[in-house]
């Protein structure tokens, strides 16, 4: 029997496959490929399993999207694809398609120690449900929790909740996005577009005009401390992104953990962790006493999201 399955995490910006073993979870011929360079996710898992698709009849597929029948519209980008058809045409025995975040979360119990860092609370063994969240292209949010011996996904759609302000200064920059996108919600600034976002409503509540920058421009500049609204953008973000793992922690109950993923936090490590980020996930009023000591595990492995679509195919299928 051959135990390797096609595994990709599809994101707005970003395409990884990998070829992920059954036997022992372990990921190889990990292969990115740009968004913008292909008309078709179809093309892209065609141009991998030429090379590297012997002997590979099964595939799970992560995607920054709800889930929810058949045909698959991503919410990040102008792609969209019926999962049957897709498996006729890449001859596939099995497809799975499951939400980024569903396969995010379901990579925490595979992770370890060096996988992670922890971002202040006291690593316990609570049962407990755990929150999952990341900004990338998105905002991705799912729970996982155990049930006897098995770990179960809860994937929805949390970041695109209302986005709450915290000041008057705040209460300009919310004013300002709602000119420009009418409903404003948290992706709408925990993200990579929301760092753009940040930084244009910054620059216009101070009077100036903002530069075109890119969100790596931004996030560049504030690491080097070369611009002083990039910092107060990024500064801000790592606020923001502090306060809405809090509220996690309280909505899901999370006192085990709340898992920090995506792009973007790995790119800014020493900056979050010296920013406001934990302050602002603990100050929950009246019940910042109960989200004190839950940590928070920045996790740095390279592809959660390939390592939870392979863990989903085992979890679901006679292979496991």
Known sequence: MNTRILVGDIGGTNVRLALFNTANSELSDVRTYSVSEY?????????????????????????????????????????????????EELGLEEFFVI???????????????????QVGGTKNEIWSPIAVYGPGTGLGVAQVLKAEDKWLS??????????????????????????????????RVLSGPGLVNLYNAIMHESGEEPDNLLPEQITANALSGSNAHCVKTLNLFCEMLGRFGGELALICGSRAGVYLAGGIPPRIIDFLINSNFRRCFEDKG??????????????????????GAGTYYTNNTKHQ
């Open 154 to 187: 809860l994937p929805g759609e949390g970041g695109h909740i209302d986005l709450a302000t915290r000041s008057k200064w705040e209460d300009a920059l919310l004013s300002y996005l709602r000119d420009q996108f009418g409903r404003v919600s948290v992706e």
């Open 39 to 87: 008309s078709s996710l179809s093309l892209i898992l065609k141009s991998y399993l030429e090379v590297f698709g012997a002997g590979i009849n099964s595939a799970c597929l992560a995607i920054a999207c709800p889930i929810t029948g058949d045909k698959i519209e991503m919410t990040n980008t102008p792609w969209s694809f019926s999962i049957s058809e897709t498996k």
């Open 286 to 307: 009246r019940l910042s006493a109960f989200v004190k000591d839950i940590p928070v595990y920045l996790v740095t492995h390279d592809f959660p999201g390939l390592l």
């Open 99 to 117: 939400n980024d975040f569903t396969a995010i979360s379901l990579s925490v119990p595979q992770l370890s120690a060096k996988d992670v860092i």
